[in-house]
């Protein structure tokens, strides 16, 4: 069955292909999501409300699960796993130490460990790293080499690891931000000419469509599931490794400057708290209600309200991306506009929305994850 498919995916034009893999991804996500959730149940990998949490009930922490489930069959199943068993691997093993962090609850020293790790493997054992962050001053390209390269990624891969996770604070949230990243990664990909990369960003298209029928509740609030750090760490790793791999390298289809803006909201929102945290004196990985999500619903507005706020202010972030990604000379401008984003955004969250003071818990941190 498997070569068939090889044989039929390879006959087909990419826009067909992508289509294909998007599906079978969907597909396969939907049929693992219940039977993980009543795994879930059984051994107890269940999120339970608290005073940062206000869901009813005990939902099952495996949508981070069931994606990582999807791709990777959806790889195997279509000939694309060898090229990318890096990924998959490590994308993999991250969802499983994910889950057991949502278990157990893993002290916030080993997830940063464990994060650190990530971004050494990425450039020892993937061959990759961030050798150039664009023009940021309109003077020419900055590149880094060396340990400042080495360091630089690692950097990037704890700030996207942890910026997924702390927008993670009402349904369909942080992977209705990922789905739209993903998308325009998926384009620009596309339009560049790299075919391979977009054919394994639609398969976490099709995976987090299907997850948020059901984390949205589509099926109804019985089958709810939640990402769970499995997910954010997972889509973290995902996002990370095509963000390196289209700005990185002669053949680079995405600007540096660029994937700032595709990252968007969890970017903007994440450096913003850890800045008032720090200028507050609190821990930048406390647990707390300061984010924009959480600003927006304390002053009144509903959740659904909430997520569409932010699904089209992430959206709009991304347009403008997307559209001056084609020309390299306005990344100075891009940067700086950036820069005015964030500073605007601390801003309003400081200033303007009523604080909900950050509590020290014990239990689950937010932060590295």
Not at 123 to 150: E, F, H, P, R, T
Request: a neutral charge; aromatic letters at 8%.
């Amino acid at each position: 069955m498997r070569l068939m498919l090889d044989m039929t995916i390879d006959s087909m034009n990419p826009p067909t292909q992508a289509a294909l893999i998007a599906i079978f991804s969907a597909l396969v996500c939907m049929v693992a999501i219940p039977a993980l959730s009543a795994l879930a149940r059984i051994i107890g990998l269940v999120d339970s409300p608290n005073y940062r949490k206000r869901h009813a009930g005990s939902i099952p922490l495996i949508g981070g699960i069931a994606i990582a489930t999807a791709i990777t069959i959806t790889m195997w199943t279509f000939g694309f796993f060898r090229e990318n068993q890096f990924l998959i691997i490590i994308a993999s093993l991250l969802a499983v130490l994910g889950a057991l962090d949502d278990k157990i609850d893993i002290s916030p020293r080993y997830r940063l460990i464990v994060q650190v790790s990530v971004g050494l493997a990425i450039v020892y054992i993937g061959g990759k790293q961030i050798d150039s962050v664009g023009d940021l001053i309109g003077n020419g390209m900055i590149n880094l080499s060396g340990i400042a390269a080495v360091i630089f990624t690692i950097m990037c891969s704890v700030g996207v690891f942890n910026s997924i996770n702390m927008i993670d604070g009402i349904d369909g949230l942080a992977s209705s931000l990922v789905l739209i990243t993903a998308a325009a990664l998926f384009i620009l990909a596309g339009l560049g000419g790299d075919t391979a990369s977009a054919l394994v960003i639609a398969s976490l298209i099709g995976a987090c469509l299907a997850f948020l029928t059901f984390n949205l509740s589509v099926f109804g609030a019985s089958n709810k599931v939640f990402l769970g750090d499995a997910g954010s760490l997972f889509l973290g790793f995902f996002l990370l490794w095509f963000f390196v791999t289209l700005t990185q390298g002669n053949n680079a289809t995405l600007s540096p400057v660029v994937a700032g803006w595709l990252f968007g909201v969890p970017l903007v929102d994440t450096v913003s708290v850890i800045v008032s945290r720090l200028i507050g004196g609190q821990s930048p990985f406390a647990a707390g209600r300061d984010h924009i999500h959480h600003r927006l619903l304390d002053n009144g507005i509903s959740a659904g309200q909430t997520l569409r706020i932010l699904l089209a202010y992430h959206g709009l972030l991304v347009v403008v991306g997307m559209l001056c990604n084609k020309y390299p000379q306005s990344e100075p401008y891009l940067f700086w506009m950036f820069v005015s984003l964030t500073v605007t955004h601390f801003v309003v969250l400081r200033h303007i929305f009523r604080v909900t003071p950050v509590k020290s818990v014990t239990g689950k941190q937010s932060g590295p994850v």
